[in-house]
């Protein structure tokens, strides 16, 4: 059964917000999404993410737009666990399943769904590939996520990336409600 929302976020971490149009069928995302944020700089975003399979990352692509710079970013993992930006392999995230696109809210996801984190009791560690926003760089990120609680239509799950740690708030289809520090969903249509 696939399934439609629409996602708007204030992202306090950037000073902005963020809205995503997302589709979940049974084991895949496809998203497209945009957001505007004023730190470290004002910028612009768009991008268009889609996975395969079990919620792996298959393509992320996204234009980001600031003051000085258009920056674009073709980001492509291939089903041997390779990872390309723009054709160019990218060393140090191979065997990583997912993206992760800074200060967006959306790509926590993909891993919560894939091991039913926001359902079930459970601790997993990913290799991600990030995504830095405005500059678009990519670098390996080491991220564990962990199902602390669920109650009525929420869950909460801890996720942790080096010194950092946030409880998120996320909603039966696991999108984030709440994300500390972030960003929090504002009202509007599911």
Same mark, same amino acid.
Do not use: K
């Given at each position: 059964?696939?399934?439609?929302?629409?996602?708007?976020?204030?992202?306090?971490?950037?000073?902005?917000?963020?809205?995503?149009?997302?589709?979940?069928?049974?084991?895949?995302?496809?998203?497209?999404?945009?957001?505007?944020?004023?730190?470290?700089?004002?910028?612009?975003?768009?991008?268009?993410?889609?996975?395969?399979?079990?919620?792996?990352?298959?393509?992320?692509?996204?234009?980001?737009?600031?003051?000085?710079?258009?920056?674009?970013?073709?980001?492509?993992?291939?089903?041997?666990?390779?990872?390309?930006?723009?054709?160019?392999?990218?060393?140090?995230?191979?065997?990583?399943?997912?993206? +992760? %696109?800074?200060?967006? &809210?959306?790509?926590? =996801?993909?891993?919560? !769904?894939?091991?039913?984190?926001?359902? /079930?009791?459970?601790?997993?560690?990913?290799?991600?590939?990030?995504?830095?926003?405005? +500059? %678009?760089?990519?670098? &390996?990120?080491?991220? =564990?996520?962990?199902? !602390?609680?669920?109650?009525?239509?929420? /869950?909460?799950?801890?996720?942790?990336?080096?010194?950092?740690?946030?409880?998120?708030?996320?909603?039966?289809?696991?999108?984030?409600?709440?994300?500390?520090?972030?960003?929090?969903?504002?009202?509007?249509?599911?």
């Amino acid at each position: 059964m696939t399934a439609h929302h629409t996602r708007s976020w204030d992202v306090v971490e950037s000073r902005g917000y963020e809205t995503s149009w997302i589709t979940l069928g049974p084991g895949t995302l496809r998203a497209r999404g945009r957001a505007v944020g004023t730190v470290p700089e004002p910028y612009w975003i768009s991008y268009e993410l889609e996975t395969g399979e079990d919620f792996v990352t298959r393509r992320l692509r996204v234009a980001a737009e600031t003051e000085h710079a258009t920056r674009e970013l073709d980001l492509r993992r291939d089903s041997d666990g390779s990872w390309t930006a723009g054709g160019t392999p990218l060393p140090g995230v191979e065997g990583a399943f997912d993206c +992760d %696109l800074g200060r967006c &809210p959306l790509t926590n =996801t993909m891993p919560v !769904l894939r091991h039913g984190l926001h359902l /079930a009791p459970g601790e997993r560690r990913f290799l991600m590939a990030w995504v830095s926003v405005p +500059d %678009l760089t990519v670098r &390996p990120s080491h991220q =564990t996520y962990t199902h !602390l609680a669920r109650s009525g239509g929420t /869950a909460r799950v801890r996720y942790a990336a080096g010194d950092h740690r946030s409880d998120l708030t996320l909603d039966d289809a696991g999108l984030v409600l709440d994300y500390p520090g972030l960003a929090h969903r504002l009202a509007g249509p599911s």
